[in-house]
């Protein structure tokens, strides 16, 4: 937990970072995959560097899909369309690697254990966990979207960075960025914004003061006026490209690799991640499926009234339906005891793989895009099913409240 009169700090990325390109290309994939074949089973993992797409992994389906095709698409899409930017998605090269999923791990999806020790076994129990692992939720009554606030207001500079580098009025600014906010904590309540460091690439042809300027009044000074937190700003310290040149950025400058931004995706370190990445896995991997339902349920408690903040573990075995365990710790800010919230949380949402799948419609195509959380968080967005509230009423039923 974070400590009293402690600062706590998160950071952010933009599309354009080399990694955040590679989780994007991942779920397009994925979702060009769903969009045929909604049974499919998808792990598509994507290195980029200087010249060069790589995609990799496992892919079982009847689907036709033109990764190479979609590689392009996404890198333009993303801003890369040029040799001025460092990589041009017209002219990169394309490399694709790919296999069928292990029968091993298939089978075990398709027929649970729990179907397997029992055919007549309820139609939700018969699709097995897509492997084994442990997932966390988190929620926290800091923000309105009850996410931390040193990641929430990270994820808003970076999509800000973004928004200023598509619009007219462009001051130079090109796809690679990454933001930090360092808040202020006493008694575990955010005072005060501390420091704010944003790093974004940009023309050779903008000086340093003027991006400075940039920055400061169209993303930081934009973001925080509109963000109705209650901090104070009044010491605030912030850094635009403390290296003084930030020229050649995406895959071109660094090395980017599917799923290794899981701090940035999820809570920013103000909560524990499991041990797998999320981008280029369909539902049935509860790497995915399994993180963002704790996220539903813990978010749901803290909306609820129940606990101000609320973390959620789940434990999953390769093949078996139902959770191997299911844990709920509330920070001691809970109104009933986190045992008894348990066996409320427990009664209330279906942890089981199908159960999760159906209940936030996770293979509807048509209202999910995957390839949309690949940036800026995959929580604490409205836009997303697992962020619904709908179970709120049940569980202050059930706390009698």
């Not at 960025?177 to 903008?206: C, F, N, W």
């Not at 949380?345 to 942890?351: A, K, P």
Request: glycine share 10%; net charge negative; charged share 25%.
């Amino acid at each position: 937990m974070i400590q009293s009169t402690q600062p706590f700090t998160s950071e952010s990325v933009t599309e354009g970072h080399p990694d955040k390109v590679c989780d994007r290309i991942s779920d397009s994939v994925l979702d060009a995959v769903l969009a045929q074949d909604s049974q499919a089973r998808v792990a598509v993992e994507v290195v980029g560097t200087k010249g060069l797409i790589h995609v990799v992994g496992e892919l079982t389906t009847e689907a036709y899909v033109e990764i190479p095709q979609i590689v392009r698409e996404e890198v333009l899409r993303i801003g890369y369309d040029s040799q001025q930017a460092g990589f041009d998605g017209n002219s990169c090269g394309v490399s694709v690697s790919i296999g069928q999923q292990s029968p091993d791990i298939s089978g075990s999806v398709t027929e649970s254990l729990e179907l397997r020790r029992d055919s007549n076994a309820d139609i939700r129990d018969q699709q097995g966990a897509g492997d084994q692992g442990i997932m966390f939720g988190f929620a926290c009554d800091e923000t309105p979207d009850l996410m931390p606030a040193p990641i929430w207001l990270a994820h808003r500079l970076a999509r800000k960075l973004s928004d200023v580098r598509r619009s007219p009025g462009n001051p130079g600014l090109l796809p690679d960025g990454k933001t930090q906010v360092t808040l202020r904590y006493a008694d575990g309540i955010p005072v005060a914004v501390d420091t704010i460091v944003v790093s974004t690439q940009h023309l050779e042809s903008i000086a340093q003061v003027d991006l400075e300027e940039a920055v400061r009044s169209l993303v930081v000074d934009s973001v925080l006026a509109e963000s109705g937190l209650d901090l104070d700003t009044s010491e605030i310290r912030v850094l635009v490209n403390p290296s003084g040149r930030f020229v050649l950025g995406g895959p071109a400058a660094d090395a980017g690799l599917t799923g290794r931004k899981i701090i940035v995706d999820s809570y920013g370190g103000s909560a524990p991640h499991g041990g797998g990445a999320f981008s280029g896995k369909d539902p049935s991997k509860v790497d995915r499926s399994g993180t963002y339902a704790a996220r539903w349920v813990a978010k749901n408690v803290v909306a609820a009234g129940l606990a101000k903040r609320c973390e959620i573990q789940l434990s999953y075995a390769i093949g078996s339906a139902r959770p191997v365990s299911i844990a709920v710790d509330t920070r001691g800010t809970g109104i009933i005891p986190d045992s008894e919230l348990s066996k409320i949380v427990q009664d209330t949402f279906d942890l089981r793989p199908r159960g999760i799948i159906e209940d936030l419609g996770l293979l509807n195509t048509e209202k999910i895009k995957y390839q949309n959380t690949a940036a800026y968080g995959h929580f604490g967005r409205e836009e997303f099913p697992w962020e619904s509230l709908e179970r709120v009423p049940e569980l202050r039923s059930a706390a009698g409240i």
